[in-house]
């Protein structure tokens, strides 16, 4: 492949299967993508010492180092097995007080950076710096600190410089903001609402404050242009560039996400308006292919792919990347008890009208989106338990146990009408004790619930965590990182 063709293909970043690394027609296709030139790879799933080790060798064929990204917006553990789970950013800040904790969540975060630099990951697709003002919003939510700019851009500047003193680069997103949409990327193109200024100031303050790069969004900001941001020359090269003065690397958000459907070979588009990577396209050769093509038309100047190329080589060379001897990083021996004891942090009391709830005989009753293992965790607690529709009316009182998921693509975001109405029908003739575990929204209609507890994540750290909690009497701690749109 000649110089002109490595130079597009190292403005692009694949993905990279962390389950598929020992199948041996895979590892073949990723390694031609490496001797051809590929600026790098974003790594989903996979277990850590499986990964770590393709990825130092894929470092070993590359003659610059390779961009190895992730979405470790909940810590190394959300990608990797056998890596630590964080909680999710609004579970960071509603569990944390920067200016009083700050040496306690610099600690937490230096875990996120020696196990991703570690296992070979050197940039991270972190902090979200959206700012979450639209309650019905299906994929923001809990990946973002706040519903306040100046919040968010607080919490959002701390781990970029956390992150960044330890080595690990970061990366911004989705500039200039996705916290206002009511539609996901990934399945559809989401419109910015609300006051363009109140978005963006947290990637003011993250430029300020040095991120390497940020990622821009497959959303719609019509009071700025007609086309999507990842793809708008207004927004990427007059506002982030001109008027914000961002200096560092612009990735797109993925290029195989919905939004971007009705436009054709949108990854030239991105590069023509003014980003420099093209992340996860569903076809690198294909990519590849279209932009070349663009630029041998004159439709992307040459003097665009030499600024792109500039910038993305001076982050390549800052990069850490480490060989399959090298153990440099070594990892927090973050166990299991101190990880429950930092989710026991970020647990809200909105309000409790019972008391001490351990003088109460409670049953649980499960509802949204769990799996057998969480339903064990009840079980082996309470001695029983059952999911919402299988309520029966006693004189115990019930803990409503909701579980949702703010993920790419999913369905989870939000509890059904018919679970819903029986909630409230439940609160509003018993007492009741309800507990979210994920989307906080979803408690606005329940507000009649004696007890109503807030936790960010879903998952079966956050329910043992929460079980402790239970059976300590519930001394909760947490403030509330949003405002809650009561429906009464």
């Given at each position: 492949m000649d110089k002109f063709f490595r130079d597009i293909m190292s403005l692009i970043v694949a993905r990279l299967d962390g389950e598929?690394?020992?199948n041996r027609e895979y590892r073949k296709y990723i390694e031609k993508?490496?001797?051809?030139g590929i600026g790098g790879f974003v790594i989903f799933g996979g277990s850590y010492e499986d990964v770590k080790e393709y990825l130092a060798f894929l470092q070993s064929l590359s003659e610059t180092p390779l961009i190895i990204a992730s979405d470790i917006e909940r810590g190394v553990g959300q990608q990797i097995k056998g890596a630590t789970l964080i909680p999710s950013q609004m579970a960071i800040r509603a569990g944390f007080d920067i200016k009083n904790e700050?040496?306690?969540l610099e600690s937490l975060y230096s875990v996120v950076s020696s196990e991703a630099l570690n296992l070979g990951i050197n940039l991270t697709f972190v902090p979200v710096l959206d700012v979450n003002t639209e309650p019905d919003n299906p994929i923001i939510c809990t990946r973002?600190?706040?519903?306040?700019?100046?919040?968010?851009?607080?919490?959002?500047?701390?781990?970029?410089?956390t992150l960044e003193a330890r080595g690990l680069k970061t990366c911004g997103k989705h500039f200039p903001g996705h916290g206002s949409t009511r539609l996901d990327s990934h399945t559809a193109l989401p419109i910015l609402s609300g006051d363009i200024d109140e978005h963006i100031t947290p990637f003011r303050k993250a430029i300020q404050t040095g991120v390497s790069s940020i990622m821009a969004g497959h959303l719609l900001v019509?009071?700025?242009?007609?086309?999507?941001?990842s793809i708008s020359e207004s927004v990427l090269n007059n506002l982030l560039r001109d008027k914000m003065s961002f200096k560092g690397v612009v990735f797109t958000d993925a290029m195989n996400m919905k939004a971007l459907d009705r436009y054709e070979h949108a990854e030239t588009l991105a590069l023509k308006a003014g980003a420099d990577v093209i992340l996860h396209p569903e076809d690198p050769y294909k990519s590849l292919e279209n932009i070349s093509f663009a630029c041998k038309k004159g439709l992307i100047s040459h003097e665009r792919i030499k600024q792109a190329l500039e910038r993305v080589s001076l982050l390549r060379k800052n990069l850490i990347c480490l060989d399959r001897k090298?153990?440099?990083?070594?990892?927090t021996d973050f166990n299991e008890i101190s990880?429950?004891?930092?989710?026991?942090?970020?647990?809200t009391m909105v309000k409790n009208e019972l008391g001490d709830i351990r003088r109460h005989r409670v049953t649980p009753y499960l509802a949204g989106f769990y799996d057998s293992s969480v339903k064990d965790l009840f079980f082996n607690n309470f001695g029983g338990v059952y999911d919402l529709l299988q309520f029966k009316d006693s004189e115990q009182i019930p803990l409503i146990a909701i579980f949702t998921n703010i993920r790419g693509g999913g369905k989870e975001f939000d509890i059904g009408e018919q679970e819903r109405s029986l909630i409230k029908k439940m609160?509003?003739?018993?007492?009741?004790?309800?507990?979210?575990f994920g989307n906080p929204y979803v408690v606005r209609f329940f507000k009649e619930a004696k007890t109503i507890i807030l936790t960010y994540d879903f998952h079966q750290i956050a329910v043992s965590a929460f079980l402790e909690l239970f059976n300590e009497g519930l001394k909760v701690k947490g403030s509330l990182p949003v405002k809650i749109p009561w429906n009464d």
């Open positions: 598929e690394v020992c993508l490496v001797l051809d700050r040496a306690e973002a600190f706040s519903d306040e700019p100046e919040v968010v851009a607080e919490y959002g500047s701390f781990v970029i410089k019509s009071k700025l242009d007609d086309k999507p941001a090298s153990d440099r990083f070594f990892v990880t429950l004891e930092v989710f026991k942090k970020t647990f609160v509003s003739t018993k007492d009741a004790i309800v507990v979210s």
